[in-house]
């Protein structure tokens, strides 16, 4: 993993993290014998609250923990933050090697997250952080207006997806869930058509 973690950022002009697949301890891993990084859509990252893949296979520049500023302390899962950070200072690239052996367990931050149903997107918090960001990208010229009112009403449809919204009587509440559903689904279909000619880099 940090072989070929140092050989991508040595490698990818312009890279600011990468993040690889993994493999549940206890199941039995890949065996993979090529190593191919692709380029992720910035939007797919917004459109995951801030974060895509699993957080524990990421690597990063030194810049994306202090640009804008140290993660605020009400964000609960950096996760979800530093990878948007790296898309708004460069590129993020997908290593499509299972690099990581990741533990699943009841009692770990991810569940308890979960179960608490305090996962980013339901937090205010993470939200109003995660379009500061945006905003502040826009304006040192990191990013142009247009796309990041674009990220902005992307992260808006996607926090309005997960909302809970209590409706009686019952089969009405229903009805908003499952457009709810069909909202996400369409939207990452939409992504992924976006996503169909993502640059690749070889790593040999």
Not at 55 to 62: H, L
Not at 88 to 105: I, N, S
Not at 116 to 145: F, T
Not at 195 to 200: G, H, L, M, V, Y
Request: proline share 3%; glycine share 6%.
């Amino acid at each position: 993993r940090v072989s070929l973690t140092a050989k991508s950022f040595i490698s990818i002009r312009n890279l600011f993290s990468v993040y690889s697949n993994f493999y549940v301890i206890g199941e039995s891993a890949q065996a993979d014998f090529h190593a191919q990084a692709r380029r992720e859509n910035a939007f797919s990252i917004v459109f995951g609250g801030g974060g895509i893949g699993k957080g524990a296979t990421y690597a990063y520049r030194r810049e994306c923990f202090f640009w804008p500023q140290p993660i605020p302390e009400t964000v609960l899962s950096e996760d979800k933050i530093l990878p948007l950070r790296a898309a708004l200072l460069g590129d993020v690239y997908h290593l499509e090697k299972q690099l990581v052996a990741y533990r699943k367990t009841p009692d770990s931050l991810g569940a308890k997250l979960k179960k608490d149903r305090s996962v980013a997107l339901r937090r205010p918090e993470h939200v109003s952080a995660l379009a500061h960001e945006l905003r502040l990208a826009a304006q040192q010229g990191k990013i142009g207006i247009a796309r990041s009112w674009l990220m902005r009403c992307l992260l808006a449809y996607r926090r309005l997806t997960i909302m809970e919204i209590h409706i009686r009587p019952v089969f009405l509440g229903k009805a908003v869930r499952i457009f709810q559903r069909f909202g996400r689904s369409l939207m990452r279909r939409f992504l992924g058509i976006l996503t169909i000619n993502r640059k690749t880099f070889r790593l040999e």
